[in-house]
């Protein structure tokens, strides 16, 4: 059986906009007040899944959030009609008002872990929502994109969904931000890379000064128990709170994966080469593992966060070879296009570049890895899977007229606050709701 990796990359919401909402993430915070272009913003999200697709990738589209999130806001003590709920917390509570305006569920990477059924126990594909809790906006999102998956991922021989973890820092889950995982062959056993930010019962363990480390040691032990998988085949490693504290805020700003290539800087990992060992013996056939290193002197991790060189895809193309999708800020940074220049040459099996306009989603600190979600499956599984989310030319042209339906193109603060644009949200995810099929996922359907 054939077995290959998809991405479900996350289509960017209505409310698309930059409220600097997230300490830790340095372009959130930059960019704060600027006025955003969700119109945009949706369309090279969807020219980026356009391009994997015609690569000959299997490409999926996850859908956004409702927003403003007025039923946290009711929770919160607001009242009366939608309007004057909105109306009220814009007014009194802006900060609360902005965090639940926020379209980050944009950024699948964080919307759940993922384990491929050939690594776990009972054989089925298990789903995690993350819980998010480190970000007020961010914990908004679990429940609904639980729905979201259960409808995408809609067949108990084939998946298992388990509910995100509990809301409490302790169990802080960024999902697959953080997670990575090496295999021979997408259809081969793999080793699972759990990256966490510090340990949450031991305050002698090192963690960062300055900003949060989101994801703990125990949230990945629980989502590695949950998804049944092997001691044998997981390693955790902690990510270096120097680099946390530098705005390295998930593990995929610093380093990324895929197959038998680890792509990370030499700043990454706490204890690197002792763990690294340990991800060499756990792989098997370590001499098919290609442990790709950038030291400092090639790319600073200052660079690395200003152009996001590990938060771009390193995907299998249907000829084998390996190609890295980047942000054009890398492509745009001599030293960094240089670096991405010559890894192309230098016998890994990372042969091309190619590089996507995403700006407006690096406005808030996500790229192109931050915009999708991986699920490696089997042709069976494949056929499994709601067809209606996988993106053919139809889709892709049905999404292009919904965008520039629906969409604003241009945001500021204060059109956060016209009662209007919850109406606006809420005509396009019902619609976007029949056009991929997924039922009633959002509160104002249910
Ligand atoms: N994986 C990339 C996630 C980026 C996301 N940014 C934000 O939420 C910024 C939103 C704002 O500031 O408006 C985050 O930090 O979790």
Redesign the pocket.
Known sequence: MKYFEANFDGLVGPTH??????VG?VA?LNN?KNSSNPKQAALQGLQKMKALSDLGMVQGVLAPQERPDVYTLRRLGFTGSDADVIAKAAKQAPSVFRAVC?A?SM?T??AATISPSKDTLDGKIHFTPANLTN?F??SLEPETTGRILQAMFNDEQHFAHHKHLPDNDHFGDEGA?NHTRLCSDYGAKGVELFVFGRYAFDYNKPAPRNFPARHTFEACEAVSRLHGLSDDKVVYIQQSPEVIDQGV??N?VIAVGNQNVLFYHQQAFVDSALKLDEVRRKFGDASELHLIEVFDHEVTVQQAIQTYLFNTQVITLPSGEMAILAPTECRDHPQVSAYLDQLTGRGTPIRQVHYYDVKQSMR???GPA?LRLRVAMSEQEHKAVNQNVLLNDALFNRLNLWVNTHYRDQISEADLADPQLLNESRTALDELTQILKLGAVYQFQR
């Open positions: 906009n930059y409220a600097g909402l997230s993430n959130s704060a926020s980050s950024w990477a964080n970000k906006h961010r931000a805020f998930h995929d808030n600190g996500g931050c």
